[in-house]
């Protein structure tokens, strides 16, 4: 293939992320000129070659001089830099995705550190509020209970044969600002555009689906201009047949692809990740990829600290869909430490908005049950039944070495729980999650003031590096960024009909093995977002070779998954690369 030959002439044979296949599949021959120009996979806007320009109809359409596509990206920043707020970035960064695929990707791929900020946490929080006014041109899918019966129907009218990642919410825990009803859709395009940027998977193997089931958003509903399904959320039997059908019609259509499910409420969250799993390789980010996180940051800080995994007590603030994912893959990562069952619920301790989460307690719901703190712990511990138990008394009795906030409550960390912490143990690791930036349970400037600067910190949004007695202290992002588009690709690429908890596991490890030396010694627990390809290229392999070891993967050598890996990472260029060996299921 010649380098000037655009990626509509390669043959229809669908690599493993879904190259090639859009010409044959739309049954016509390439476009031409403005229709050529209009086409955003397609466009390579001033980057076309004299060649092409012949050969295309395109004469006189373009300006004279032929543009790289580096010299494209540069223009392309310094039209982003010149806008005058993150959102109007954002609405910059799409108009450049609504012209040239391409380069978008090329754009966000040479610029993650500056540019993950715009397109997903914390800028895409208020694009969700915004939504009907900030998008131009339509993206994704949408399925509201009108669809019901015509699922299939609707995941056809995409034009994608072969999605191979789908990301898909029902909008209504949407970051940590609730129910956003159709506005949600924010989230799986965010997420996606990072699958593309961080993995390489080729945007025509994915989709985003909201699931709009409604809205209890009293404010959506009330406002004329509402784009969603504008009716109360679907509940109980009617939500469940809603998903149902939902599962089945990806099952029919889409039967290899890997289905992510976002942002959903809490129980929802949990109950349908459990339900799934086993029937399509499925996972939950906000439950799995944030655990991995997590456990990831915890190990990087005992490579800093010295000190065994098993000797690690964990509070956890919030028992939500992350709360509860952390203490299972933590639990998990504790019973391979060698722990038995009574230490593993010893030490990990969770709270919720009643306070701490202990046997016997009032208002506490099934998915949390199994992560109550036992009568006898309770005891040991010298608890004194008196609801609510708060976080610093938790902390008092507990004393753990790790915590971490997953409330969405702002302030929810208080100087006197980081006192307490910082007087009882050397290095405490703290790790406000929440999102935004807004919502973060603690700063860690005040955490680093209060634990007289011995913490490690690391947080959910971006924070700025902060000075401690006169050292620059970098604070690492815990961001799920970092996990799910190597679970994705590894999940793809091994062909594995499952996702399960082992993957996790092994991409919490690969991921606090890679953060450099350098970086650890600045304080940060996690890589730069610049290194996100090396890190996905890593954890798909560990994923991959784990699949395969677990037996629900491809039978392959370390080499076969390795070049199956490399093949299917997509480099935003506009000449396409080949396709992978192990392509085909
Ligand atoms: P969720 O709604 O499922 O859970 C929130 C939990 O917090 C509930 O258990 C609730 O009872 C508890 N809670 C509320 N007020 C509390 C209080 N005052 N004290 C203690 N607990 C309290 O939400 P979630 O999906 O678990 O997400 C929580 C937050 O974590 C969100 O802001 C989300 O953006 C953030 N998050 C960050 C990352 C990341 O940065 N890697 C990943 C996932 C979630």
Request: with cysteine; aromatic share 6%.
């Amino acid at each position: 293939m010649s380098d000037s030959v655009p990626m509509w002439t390669e043959s229809g044979d669908a690599g493993a992320t879904g190259r090639g296949s859009r010409a044959v599949f739309r049954g016509v021959g390439p476009p031409r000129g403005t229709d050529l120009l209009a086409d955003p996979t397609l466009n390579k806007d001033t980057a076309f070659t004299e060649a092409e320009r012949d050969e295309f109809g395109l004469r006189g359409l373009l300006p004279w001089r032929v543009v790289s596509i580096d010299e494209q990206v540069d223009i392309e920043m310094e039209r982003i830099r010149r806008k005058a707020d993150d959102l109007e970035k954002y609405i910059g960064l799409a108009a450049l995705h609504d012209r040239n695929e391409t380069l978008f990707y090329r754009v966000l791929l040479n610029n993650l550190d500056e540019l993950a900020p715009i397109v997903y946490t914390p800028t895409v929080g208020q694009v969700c509020r915004l939504f009907g006014k900030v998008m131009r041109r339509q993206q994704g899918l949408w399925i509201t209970p009108d669809d019901v019966d015509r699922i299939p129907d609707l995941l056809r009218n995409t034009g994608r044969p072969d999605v191979r990642l789908i990301v898909a919410t029902d909008n209504e825990r949407i970051l940590g600002l609730g129910d956003q009803g159709a506005g949600g859709m924010g989230i799986p395009i965010g997420k996606l555009a990072l699958y593309t940027a961080g993995a390489g998977l080729h945007p025509t193997s994915t989709l985003a689906i909201s699931l709009d089931a409604g809205t209890d958003n009293e404010g959506l509903l009330a406002d004329p201009h509402y784009l969603g399904y504008p009716k109360p959320r679907l509940r109980d039997g009617a939500y469940e047949a809603f998903i149902e059908a939902f599962v089945e019609a990806v099952l029919e259509v889409y039967p290899h692809t890997v289905l992510q499910w976002e942002d959903f409420k809490q129980h929802n969250a949990i109950r349908l990740l459990d339900r799934y799993r086993h029937r399509l390789a499925s996972f939950n980010d906000d439950v799995q990829g944030t655990a991995a996180v997590v456990a990831a940051g915890i190990l990087t800080a005992l490579r800093v600290t010295g000190q065994p995994l098993s000797a690690q007590r964990l509070v956890l603030l919030g028992a939500g869909a992350s709360g509860i994912g952390i203490a299972r893959l933590f639990e998990a990562l504790l019973r391979d430490a060698g722990l038995s069952a009574r230490e593993v619920r010893r030490a990990v301790v969770l709270l919720d908005s009643h306070g701490l989460l202990y046997e016997g307690r009032d208002h506490i719901a099934d998915d949390k049950r199994l992560h109550v703190l036992p009568r006898q712990e309770f005891e040991d511990y010298g608890f004194q039944p008196i609801d609510p138990i708060d976080l610093s008394t938790v902390i008092h009795h507990v004393v753990p070495t790790v915590l971490v906030g997953a409330s969405a409550v702002p302030g929810a960390i208080t100087e006197a729980a980081v006192r307490e912490m910082a007087s009882r143990v050397a290095t405490p690791l703290v790790l406000p999650l929440s999102n935004p930036t807004s919502l973060a349970e603690a700063t860690p400037s005040d955490v680093f003031a209060w634990s007289n600067g011995r913490a490690l910190v690391a947080t959910g949004s971006p924070f700025e590096p902060v000075k401690v007695d006169g050292h620059e202290r970098v604070v690492g992002q815990a961001n799920n960024v970092f996990i799910f588009p190597g679970i994705g690709l590894g999940t793809i690429v091994s062909c594995a009909h499952e996702v399960t908890d082992r993957m996790f596991q092994v991409a919490a490890t690969t991921l606090a093995g890679l953060v450099s030396p350098d970086r650890l010694a600045t304080g940060a627990l996690y890589p730069g977002l610049s290194e996100l390809r090396t890190v996905s290229r890593a954890i798909a392999l560990a994923v991959a070779r784990t699949a395969r070891d677990e037996g629900i993967g491809r039978m392959a050598d370390d080499e076969q998954l390795e070049a199956a890996v490399d093949a299917a990472i997509w480099t935003p260029d506009y000449p396409q690369a080949s396709s992978s060996e192990l392509d085909e299921c």
